[in-house]
């Protein structure tokens, strides 16, 4: 599945097979700093790993900008519990 990151809507999104979306929305309250704001995967497609793969493509992002990270949602939160090698980018 492909994640596409669109800047003017501040999100990254993964198109589904039955026209649904799962997002990632993130805001920028500085230059150098994103808040991963908001994590949604519809119902019928929890539990397959992407949120994570959204997360991961925020992160990324997050390190080829050079930017620090405000985990503002739950999901991130949690995914930091298990992915301590991401705290590195933490504000």
Known sequence: MQITHDEKYQQFTIALPDGDEAELAYSKPAEDVISFTHTFVPENHRNQGLAEKLIKAGFAYA???NLKVIPGCDVVAKFLQVH???????M
């Open 84 to 90: 301590p090698e991401y705290q590195q980018f933490l």
């Open 63 to 65: 390190q080829k900008n």
